[in-house]
Nanobody, 116 residues
Framework: QVQLVESGGGLVQPGGSLRLSCAAS????????MAWFRQAPGKGRDAVAA????????YYAVSVKGRFTISRDNAKNTVYLEMNNLKPEDTAVYYC?????????WGQGTQVTVSS
């Protein structure tokens, strides 16, 4: 059974930093790409960053490029999202995602709120 469990969200001031983690289980983690999505209130779920099987292949949405860094630790079955210089518009629920064999798997989400 695939499980994705996010952690690390919280309340942070503009310009601050947070590190999200997603612990994966129930599948062979090092054989699949991983991604982070986010959903702001009243909006759709958008891709933020993605990573291939190794840390050398990454994708970032334009809005976060240069501020966010996605990485993975295959020994710990964990994917991370380092978020720096956070802005109020980054406020959203952040979800971990894996697309496997034609299906999407999601975690429960972790709330990130950027506010002074």
């Amino acid at each position: 059974q695939v499980q994705l469990v996010e952690s690390g969200g919280g309340l942070v001031q503009p310009g601050g930093s947070l590190r999200l983690s997603c612990a994966a289980s129930g599948f062979t983690f090092n054989q699949y790409g991983m991604a982070w999505f986010r959903q702001a209130p009243g909006k759709g779920r958008d891709a933020v960053a993605a990573i291939g099987l190794k840390n050398s292949v990454t994708y970032y949405a334009v809005s976060v490029k240069g501020r966010f860094t996605i990485s993975r630790d295959n020994a710990k079955n964990t994917v991370y999202l380092e978020m720096n210089n956070l802005k109020p518009e980054d406020t959203a629920v952040y979800y971990c995602n894996s697309h496997m064999d034609g299906s999407d798997y999601w975690g429960q989400g972790t709330q990130v709120t950027v506010s002074s």
